[in-house]
């Protein structure tokens, strides 16, 4: 390989929209740019409309195909990457999601440029398409964000161990630090600074219900006998509200519940410091990113045992790992963790909490990780980043 | 509102220090003319200047630098706290001790029980800074929308701040160079994009944003950002809920113990404002407009009726050539970053000084939230166009090279650049907006200063647009973060400070804001500011059917006599052809800009 080599990067969103893999993404080419200083990165992504200024400039170069009416954008944007690999032949693509891989994988029989997939959770665990499963074979390499997603797709898939790898998902420590709760929060949601307070955060869309929230409300009926001043706190937008509204009214928690709507992202780490625990029961999540802004802030945090959340969480050595359906076991690891009793010492201890989320998992850690993925793809990355 | 300024961490002898510290008060001292104070700590290399206008508390009381009463916290403010009696209030339940009446007092101790997170508590507008002495850490804050100017220098373990740049450089901590970027920026838009500042190495403290300053390295945070929601209020809950956040923000911003003015042009905003300070029980109030010979620019019959309608005690300042040439030296002395506005600001918030009023309310910002510009129309026109253009490969791009290189006006030219490029809505607003094209701007710039740098090239193209709902909705959150913030809010804040004017805005609110972001598009930004029309019925129909014109002026018959000859010279020098006078202006005033600053 070059000691310069010419990258094309693949992404569905860069900073059009909120979520895991878009804040996956954008950590990726920032650490990217770390590991290889000398390479030429063109960043492709499809539904972005403007571009931003962090990647302009040398031998970076953003494009976007945003502005396309929806019915055409996917054509164009694939045309777009198409027209841009044959011509410039860069010495690899990879590619944040993994629905762009089949046509990876065509490019990959055009041009012979090998590609490497990022693999997250729900996209790629169970894929019965022939395109994406050949898509993720054909792949010199993929980077699972989770040791859950790697598991289910070495499993799945019938891959070789060597050709899956582990890339998880980071944050920035100095974005999420412990902090009282917020003067400001506490007034706007009517609360008092003992009041003990269970946060989600998530889309409130009816596809995205294996969050677990539904689960939380169930169990705050038996939680708010021996807790009966706790608030659940719900952010987040989208179309399942309404039928959450009508299941708190059904469950008789409207004065337990506050749905907070869009959280925006300046107002996040506030949201972290006002709770006493972060708590999602996930089914489907390929990571959670979420959780590791929790445990920087110092919280506590519930997650479930059968997706991804078991890694942020170090399999429970930092957090409560419960089974996702079982309410009753939920309203009681709440319970334990709201009155300080959980067996668990370090949810009582917020600095070592952080500094283990740290270590595990910080910026740092991702582009030491991420150095390593390059090098089985055969780069040479700086050695700062080792 | 007043002047601040500071030096933290200097390593300097105490007379140095004090020297440096004397040089920015003196810069700053148009801004506050009833009172200067200033802080000295040459053991910790700290040094904090104010220069006041009294608003609130005219007493000694509100003298600043401010103390906290243990010694440990020192504050400089500038600005208006509106709620800051209710936040005194809980305070003092909850046992803090009042000395003053000012909202400086409440600021500081609003910081000493909430830290950083006291921003979110304070409604108004304000940049502030709060040194502690035991921690030895600084913290500054500016205001959600930008209102209040706070620009920092921080490097080599030292922070050296201020309401205005050149107040930063009178430090004379800070080497006098030009930054080309924000020159770049300059040529495109016609005023410095924050965070840059036409000086290398001074930075703008960008709106919503706080600073933390410890062991010599300064942390920037963003604590709020206009995000638009698009949803959350019933179609039915518009108008009335409209209207409410536009009453307590006009009453939030007539809280002052001296008279509260308003300017009164013709237009819908600033009716709107001097109609809801009527009904909110204003007594005696004094409006102020400036009026023309020029029927094309003077809206002095319209406001005059609006006057009587309301009642007010109307002032109107008849400007002729040669009153406006009169000024336009003292306004470009008054400057402090070049712009190609302002001379509007500066000439009313004179007039208004000049009656005897030290507040007045202004319109400003109903343009941005109520869709009130051509830009809400253009820009989508623009992108959709530009997406179906763009179907036919290389056709854009071919017309676009011909208009940029053939195109007999600047609009053409913007055009034509905007043609040879994906058709974003940052490019599209920027071709409403701008002033030079990319290729002009780097012409200039070498001419003016040399190369011009790899990283600057194409900046219509680099800035970020979070993602709005709406096209529309991206076209406002543009307006509010670039054309309101980096001129509007700039020129008026210097214009009318160097009057001793302070100016309030009441459309730049965040409660207000706040509201108004739950509104769908499709009824928030309705052509002909409709729903703030049907929100304060009581505006005349003189005011609400007249066609839009703006608060302008007849600067280019002024300007072509005034500086005639030196607009000759600049045209001759100039290495791109100026076509419009705003265009020589826009040199002007950055030549002008430079010498004065000591930048080249």
């Known amino acids: 390989m070059p000691v310069a080599p010419r990258l094309h990067v693949w992404v569905p969103d860069y900073q059009s929209s909120h979520g895991g893999i878009q804040t996956f993404s954008r950590f990726f080419i920032r650490a990217l740019l770390d590991c290889l200083p000398g390479a030429e990165i063109e960043v492709l992504a499809k539904n972005d409309d403007s571009y931003p200024a962090s990647i302009a400039g040398g031998r970076r170069t953003f494009r976007c195909a945003g502005w396309w009416p929806m019915p055409y954008r996917t054509f164009l944007f694939a045309a777009q990457l198409g027209a841009r690999a044959i011509r410039r032949r860069p010495d690899a693509i990879l590619t944040t999601h993994a629905n762009f891989a089949p046509f990876a994988r065509t490019i990959q029989a055009v041009t012979g440029v090998p590609y490497g997939v990022v693999a997250h959770g729900i996209e790629v665990w169970g894929a019965r398409s022939r395109g994406l499963r050949a898509g993720l074979r054909g792949a010199s390499r993929i980077m699972a964000v989770s040791a859950f997603t790697r598991g289910r797709l070495l499993a799945e898939l019938g891959l070789k161990p060597a050709a899956v790898g582990l890339l998880p998902n980071t944050f920035l420590p100095e974005q999420f630090t412990p902090a009282a709760k917020p003067n400001y929060l506490l007034r706007r949601y009517g609360l008092e600074p003992e009041q003990p307070v269970i946060l989600t955060v998530a889309r409130l869309a009816g596809a995205e219900r294996y969050k677990g929230y539904d689960q939380i409300l169930h169990a705050l009926g038996p939680l708010r006998r021996q807790q009966p001043r706790v608030r659940y706190l719900l952010g987040g937008r989208g179309q399942d509200r309404q039928r959450i509204e009508r299941l708190i009214r059904e469950l008789n928690l409207a004065a337990h519940v506050t749905l907070v709507g869009f959280v925006p992202d300046h107002e996040l780490e506030d949201h972290y410091n006002l709770c006493d625990v972060f708590a999602m029961p996930s089914k489907g999540e390929g990571f959670g990113i979420v959780f590791l802004e929790a445990m920087a802030c110092g919280k506590p945090v519930l997650a479930g045992n059968k997706d991804g959340s078991v890694d942020p969480l170090l399999n429970g050595q930092l957090g409560a790992l419960v089974d996702p359906d079982d309410v009753p076991s939920i309203a009681r690891e709440l319970e334990l963790i709201l009155t300080r009793r959980h067996p668990l010492a370090i949810l009582q201890q917020p600095e070592e909490l952080r500094r283990c989320v740290i270590a595990a998992y910080g910026y740092d850690r991702f582009v030491t990780l991420l150095a390593g993925q390059l090098r089985e793809l055969g780069f040479a990355p700086a050695a700062s980043a080792s | ?600």
Not at chain 2, 94 to 103: I, K, L, N, P, V
Not at chain 2, 220 to 236: K, L, S
Not at chain 2, 412 to 438: E, K, N, Q, V
């Open chain 2, 1 to 600: 509102m007043c002047g601040i300024a500071g030096i933290i961490g200097a390593r300097l002898p105490g007379p140095e220090l004090e020297a440096g510290t004397e040089r920015m008060r003196l810069a700053l001292r148009n801004r506050g003319p009833d009172d200067t104070g200033t802080f000295l700590s040459p053991a910790t290399g700290v040094a904090l200047t104010h220069t006041r206008l009294a608003i609130l508390d005219l007493s000694a009381a509100g003298h600043q630098p401010m103390r906290s009463p243990d010694g440990r916290h020192v504050i400089v403010f500038n600005g208006e706290i509106y709620n800051h009696a209710a936040l005194r209030r809980g305070l003092e339940a909850a046992g803090e001790q009042f000395t003053s009446h000012s909202d400086t007092e409440v600021v500081l101790a609003m910081y000493r029980r909430h830290g950083p997170a006291c921003v979110h508590e304070l409604e108004g507008m304000f940049a502030f800074c709060v040194w502690d002495e035991r921690e030895r850490t600084a913290f500054l804050a500016r205001d959600p929308f930008g209102v209040k100017p706070l620009y920092y220098h921080a490097q080599a373990g030292r922070l050296v701040f201020a309401s205005e740049v050149r107040a930063v450089l009178a430090s004379g901590l800070v080497p006098r160079k030009p930054c080309r970027e924000a020159v770049f920026s300059y040529w495109l838009f016609g005023t410095v994009q924050e965070p840059l500042t036409i000086a290398d190495g001074v930075h703008c403290l960008p709106a919503g944003h706080h600073l933390t300053w410890q062991d010599g390295h300064a942390r920037v945070r963003c604590y709020w950002e206009p995000q638009i929601i698009g949803e959350g209020i019933a179609a039915a809950d518009v108008v009335p809920a409209t209207r409410a956040a536009l009453r307590e923000s006009v009453s939030r911003h007539l809280v002052s113990d001296v008279p509260v003015g308003v300017f009164l042009s013709g237009g819908v905003d600033s009716t709107c404002v001097a109609t809801l300070v009527r009904a909110l029980g204003g007594q005696n109030l004094q409006t102020f407009c400036i009026t023309f010979d020029d029927p094309a620019f003077s809206e002095g019959d319209v406001a005059a009726s609006t006057a009587r309608h309301l009642g007010t005690q109307h002032h109107q300042w008849k400007m002729d050539a040669a009153a406006g040439r009169a000024l336009l030296a003292d306004f470009l002395q008054a400057s402090d970053q070049p712009s190609i506005d302002g001379f509007n600001t500066y000439c009313v918030s004179r007039f208004a000084r000049e009656r005897g009023l030290k507040v007045v309310l202004s319109g400003l910002g109903g343009d941005e939230l109520f869709g009130g510009y051509g830009s809400f129309q253009l820009v989508p026109k623009l992108v959709r166009a530009g997406r179906w253009a763009s179907l036919i490969p290389f056709a854009p791009m071919l017309a676009g090279h011909a208009l940029e290189a053939l195109g007999r006006s600047p609009r053409m030219g913007r055009l034509g650049h905007y043609l040879t490029d994906r058709p974003s809505a940052a490019g599209a607003y920027w071709c409403g907006r701008g002033i030079f094209t990319p290729s002009e701007a780097a012409r200039l710039i070498r001419h003016f200063l040399g190369d011009v740098g790899e990283a600057v090239e194409d900046a219509t193209r680099h800035f970020s647009v979070p993602r709005q709902p709406t096209l529309e909705d991206t076209v406002s959150y543009l307006e509010l973060t670039r054309y309101m913030r980096n001129q509007l809010l700039r020129d008026s804040d210097v214009m009318s400070m160097a009057s001793g004017l302070e100016l309030r805005v009441p459309f730049v609110d965040r409660k207000l804001f706040e509201v108004l972001r739950q509104i769908p598009a499709a009824i928030r930004l309705a052509p002909g500011k409709e729903l703030l029309l049907r929100a304060v019925p009581e505006i005349p129909e003189w005011v609400a059917l007249a066609p839009k014109r703006g608060f302008a002026f007849p600067f280019e018959q002024w300007i072509a006599a005034e500086w005639g000859e030196v607009f000759q010279r600049i045209k001759a020098t100039s290495p791109v052809p100026l076509r419009t006078w705003y265009q020589c202006w826009c040199v002007h005033a950055l030549e002008q800009c430079l010498t004065r600053l000591g930048l080249r």
